[in-house]
C-alpha cells in the first residue's frame, strides 16, 4: 500500500474541469499501487485567497471525496489572514465533512502569529497539518515559507502535527532547520529526483518523520515513487516512507 500525502485533483476552477483533471491522476496512481490519495485544493490558486473562493475549492474536494470514497482523503485548504472564516472552514470540512487533515500555503508564512489559531485546532482534532515551504533563491512570494519558518510553527505548537512539504526544495539547509521538532515531518515531493536526497532526510530526521508526497498534477507518480524505489533504504524504512508515517499522521480518517 502507498499513500500519498500531497495531491491536487488539477489546474481548473470549476468541478467539472477538476474531476476530468483528476481521473488522470487517479489512473496513474493506480497504476503505481497508489491506494490513498490526499487532496487538496488551494482555491484560485492565488496568494492570499478571499473566503468564496477558498470555499469553492474545499467544496470540490468534498466533492471528489464523495466521487472516490475509498481512494480519496480531503485536506481543508485554509487562508489565516481570514481566521473566523478558516476555523469554519475547518469545522465544515474536517469536524463535519471528514477531511483527514488542514492544508496551509503562501497566505502566511508559518511563522505568522496569525496561523495559530489554525494549529491549535488541527492539535485538537488530532489532525495534520500540510504546509508549504521552499528555499527560493529570489525570495519566493510575500507569505511563503521557509523550513525556518515551518520549525517556528513546530516549536510554538509541539502537540500540532506537521508535514512540510517539498524536501527537494528544502534540502540539507531546510532538513538541519526542522530537525530539533519530533512533531515536524518533512514530504519528498518538490523538483525531480536528487541523489542521495531522500537518505539524507532519513540521516537526519530518521524514517518515521519521512512522508511520500508527489504534488501530483506537478509532479508525477513515477518519478516521485523512484526518489523512494532507488534510494539506498531498508525495507522498513521504504514501508514507513511509503505508507505507515501516512497512517500514522491520518490515524483519525484511517484509525490505527
Known amino acids: 500500500m502507498i499513500i500519498d500525502i500531497h495531491a491536487h485533483p488539477g489546474y481548473g476552477r470549476e468541478l467539472g474541469e477538476l474531476r ?43 466533492a471528489l471525496m464523495a466521487d472516490h470514497p475509498d481512494r480519496v482523503i480531503g485536506f481543508c485548504y485554509v487562508n489565516p489572514r481570514y481566521s473566523a472564516h478558516a476555523l469554519a472552514e475547518i469545522e465544515r470540512c474536517v469536524v463535519k465533512g471528514g477531511m483527514g487533515g488542514i492544508k496551509l500555503w503562501v497566505a502566511c508564512k508559518g511563522s505568522d502569529r496569525r496561523v495559530d489559531p489554525v494549529a491549535r485546532r488541527a492539535a485538537g482534532l488530532g489532525v495534520p497539518i500540510l504546509q508549504h515551504a521552499w528555499y527560493n533563491r529570489s525570495g519566493g512570494f510575500k507569505g511563503e515559507s521557509t523550513p525556518a519558518d515551518v520549525a517556528a510553527m513546530a516549536a510554538r505548537h509541539p502537540k500540532t502535527m506537521i508535514v512540510m512539504a517539498h524536501l527537494t526544495g528544502a534540502g540539507e539547509r531546510g532538513l538541519k532547520d526542522i ?11 518538490g523538483g525531480e529526483p536528487e ?32 526518489k523512494v524505489l532507488d534510494a539506498k533504504l531498508t525495507r522498513r524504512q521504504r ?4 505508507f505507515g508515517n ?11
Open 20 to 62: 476530468k483533471e483528476f481521473a488522470a491522476a487517479l489512473r496513474a496512481a493506480e497504476h503505481h499501487g497508489v491506494r490513498w490519495i490526499c487532496l487538496n485544493a488551494i482555491a484560485d490558486w492565488t496568494q492570499s485567497p478571499r473566503p468564496a473562493a477558498v470555499r469553492k475549492g474545499n467544496d470540490a474536494v468534498l
Open 179 to 189: 530537525a530539533p521538532y519530533p512533531n515536524l515531518h518533512v514530504d519528498i515531493s
Open 195 to 226: 541523489a542521495g536526497m531522500v537518505e539524507l532526510a532519513v540521516k537526519l530526521l530518521g524514517a518515521e518523520r519521512v512522508v511520500f508526497g508527489t504534488d501530483t498534477p506537478i509532479r508525477s507518480y513515477g518519478a516521485t515513487l523512484g
Open 239 to 242: 514501508e514507513l516512507i511509503l
Open 246 to 256: 501516512a497512517k500514522r499522521l491520518l490515524r483519525r480518517r484511517l484509525g490505527r
